[in-house]
């Protein structure tokens, strides 16, 4: 089984940085889309859930109407019924006939208002979802235009970058190869654990980039020799020299220029 080969120390630091520098490049592309991918998803969703409502609008109205058909013809068989007691009234022998055939028809006259009513109620529920349809149809064609530019700028930014950060994502995989298990997880838990993304950075005037707090001298002539890795102890973070630092941007520099 092939074993990683042994780097110096300065190699290693020398990778590690090379890995930062990468990585922080991913993170200018990513950050150039920003939340534009999330914009673009919670857009879609709104328009999904948008013409999900519409439809179930739709739906509703089609069996209200149908409802409303249904009572009109149940208010003309009233009519016909009243028509036929009314008429049966006619011919009775007496008042308990008289009054029994009365009695049917005002209660047919009750089942008509009741369903006269039911069908106003039914007609007003019509032109509020109507009216909620509308709006919602409105709000559809706005967000579905919103989305539609919000996707163009994305492929925009996408088609720009996209072959450059796969280029460097393998680069980057290329560099976690080179290095030691031990170093790659505290690169990777130092570089989730900070703001900026930077778990290896330079001294700059006497300090670690990025950072106000002041590295002995003697601290920083022990980093510039190379000869072990040494981390902030305010930060965490691993801390490489100046010289080194300027060496693998120009390199890196060289890399990035590709795109």
């Given at each position: 089984?092939?074993?990683?080969?042994?780097?110096?120390?300065?190699?290693?630091l020398?990778?590690i940085?090379d890995?930062q520098l990468?990585?922080?490049?991913?993170?200018?592309?990513?950050?150039?889309?920003?939340?534009?991918?999330l914009?673009?998803?919670?857009?879609?969703?709104?328009?999904?859930?948008?013409?999900t409502?519409?439809?179930?609008?739709?739906?509703e109205?089609?069996?209200?109407?149908e409802?409303?058909?249904?009572k009109?013809n149940?208010?003309?068989?009233?009519?016909?019924?009243?028509?036929?007691?009314t008429?049966?009234?006619?011919?009775?022998?007496?008042?308990?006939?008289?009054?029994?055939l009365t009695?049917?028809?005002?209660?047919?006259?009750?089942?008509?208002q009741?369903?006269?009513?039911?069908?106003k109620?039914?007609?007003?529920?019509i032109?509020?979802?109507?009216?909620?349809?509308?709006?919602?149809?409105e709000?559809?064609?706005?967000?579905?235009?919103?989305l539609?530019?919000k996707?163009?700028?994305?492929?925009?930014i996408?088609?720009?970058?996209?072959?450059?950060?796969?280029f460097l994502?393998?680069?980057s995989?290329e560099y976690?190869?080179?290095i030691?298990?031990r170093l790659?997880?505290a690169?990777?838990?130092?570089?989730?654990?900070?703001?900026?993304?930077l778990?290896?950075?330079?001294?700059?005037r006497?300090?670690?980039?990025?950072?106000?707090f002041?590295?002995?001298?003697?601290?920083?002539?022990?980093?510039a020799?190379r000869?072990k890795?040494i981390?902030?102890?305010?930060?965490?973070r691993i801390l490489?020299?100046?010289?080194?630092?300027?060496?693998e941007?120009e390199?890196m520099?060289?890399?990035?220029?590709?795109?």
């Open positions: 089984m092939a074993t990683k080969k042994e780097l110096s120390v300065e190699d290693k020398r990778a940085y890995l990468i990585d922080s490049r991913i993170d200018e592309i990513r950050n150039v889309r920003g939340e534009l991918p914009e673009v998803e919670d857009l879609e969703d709104e328009v999904a859930g948008l013409s409502r519409s439809e179930k609008l739709k739906s109205l089609e069996v209200i109407e409802q409303i058909k249904v009109k149940a208010i003309d068989e009233h009519k016909e019924a009243i028509k036929k007691y008429k049966q009234q006619e011919s009775v022998r007496n008042n308990r006939e008289y009054n029994s009695k049917e028809v005002e209660f047919q006259e009750l089942e008509i009741l369903a006269e009513k039911q069908i109620e039914m007609k007003a529920s032109e509020h979802k109507k009216e909620v349809i509308a709006n919602s149809k709000k559809l064609e706005s967000k579905s235009t919103h539609k530019h996707k163009s700028e994305l492929d925009a996408m088609a720009e970058t996209q072959k450059e950060e796969e994502s393998e680069k995989a976690e190869a080179q030691e298990e790659l997880t690169y990777k838990r130092i570089r989730s654990s900070v703001r900026n993304g778990a290896v950075v330079s001294i700059e006497g300090a670690s980039a990025g950072s106000f002041t590295i002995p001298p003697q601290t920083q002539v022990e980093i020799s000869k890795i981390t902030d102890e305010h930060s965490g490489v020299d100046s010289t080194l630092a300027e060496e941007r390199k520099e060289k890399l990035f220029s590709k795109f």
